[in-house]
């Protein structure tokens, strides 16, 4: 559950970021598009490259039986920490 928690608060923070720096957000299931999005709208690739660690583990945080380590959860956690803490540099 906090694995899948974490991924859903990384997407929102994404869809945050960029409907402040564009307009708008990544509506579709393409998670390379979301990517490409979160990058034109923040210079730093840090924000891209932790949606693409989040959205790399949806599938496995998120619909699989298997649960995740207590380690890759903490990194998603990680991961997820970071995009909020760039969403509120940016939106507020």
Known sequence: MAATAAVNAGIAASDAICGRALGYCSKGEDHD??????ATAVRDLGPSRNLGRL???KSL???SPVLLSDSKTGDLIKYAERLVDAMNE???
């Open 33 to 38: 598009q979301a990517v490409a999005l979160l």
């Open 55 to 57: 959205l790399g583990a």
């Open 61 to 63: 945080a998120s619909y």
């Open 90 to 92: 940016i939106v507020r």
